[in-house]
């Protein structure tokens, strides 16, 4: 069955870069788009972007100067790195596969604190 | 950018009755590409409705969508206690996505 793991620290320092990696497993990463989103606490969802196996990506452009998005077929991963993290990027992210998500990791909560 | 509001934003009701969540679009949403879903404290949200009326794998007929343009509305013909929830609306059909604040379905 496919499923999505996210893994990366769960704690950043305001100013530095968020990076987190998604392993996908019981489907190749070579079909499909797979997405990043994002929840703050007690919040609502927020998309924050894209990427197709290719390496074409579309990102939200609220977070667009800071996102980036890739893809690592030969893992079957696709990761995210968010720079210049500020306490407003506390959340948790997931990954998810395709534009109207039907898989979606398990969430990991990334905390913007010194 | 889409943006996209939710009504009512609290509903309470018991189970077996019937549930109508509304979900306005500030502009029309290209080919009804539109989704809900449900998200329980802890979890992740868990596609319902896609395309604006389509189930996804798995999910019972209880559920339904309908609506085109900019206005969609989620069904739940009868609600059984797992339903009680959060259910978010999502636009795919313009970038960037969007998605509602969210309507909260508690048990009355």
């Known amino acids: 069955q496919v499923q999505l793991l996210e893994s990366g620290p769960g704690l950043v320092k305001p100013s530095e870069t968020l990076s987190l990696t998604c392993t996908v497993s019981g489907v190749s990463i070579s079909t499909y788009y797979w997405s990043w989103i994002r929840q703050p606490p007690l919040r609502g969802l927020e998309w924050i972007g894209y990427?197709?196996?290719?390496?074409?990506?579309n990102y939200n452009p609220s977070l667009k100067s800071r996102v980036t998005i890739s893809v690592d077929t030969s893992k079957n991963q696709f990761s995210l790195k968010l720079s210049s993290v500020t306490a407003a990027d506390t959340a948790v992210y997931y990954c998810?596969?395709?534009?109207?998500?039907?898989?979606w990791g398990q969430g990991t909560l990334v905390t913007v604190s010194s | 950018e889409i943006v996209l509001t939710q009504s009512p934003g609290t509903l309470s009701l018991s189970p077996g009755e019937r549930a109508t969540l509304s979900c306005r679009a500030s502009q029309s949403i290209s080919s009804s590409y539109l989704a809900w879903y449900q998200q329980k404290p802890g979890q992740a949200p868990r596609l319902l409705i896609y395309a604006a009326s389509s189930r996804a794998t798995g999910i019972p007929d209880r559920f339904s969508g309908s609506g085109s343009g900019t206005d969609f509305t989620l069904t739940i013909s009868r609600l059984e206690p797992e339903d009680f929830a959060v259910y978010y609306c999502?636009?795919?059909?313009?970038?960037?996505?969007?998605f509602g604040p969210g309507t909260k379905v508690d048990i009355k």
């Open positions: 999502q636009q795919y059909g313009s970038s960037p996505f969007t």
């Open positions: 998810a596969r395709g534009w109207a998500p039907d898989y």
């Open positions: 990427i197709y196996y290719s390496g074409s990506t």
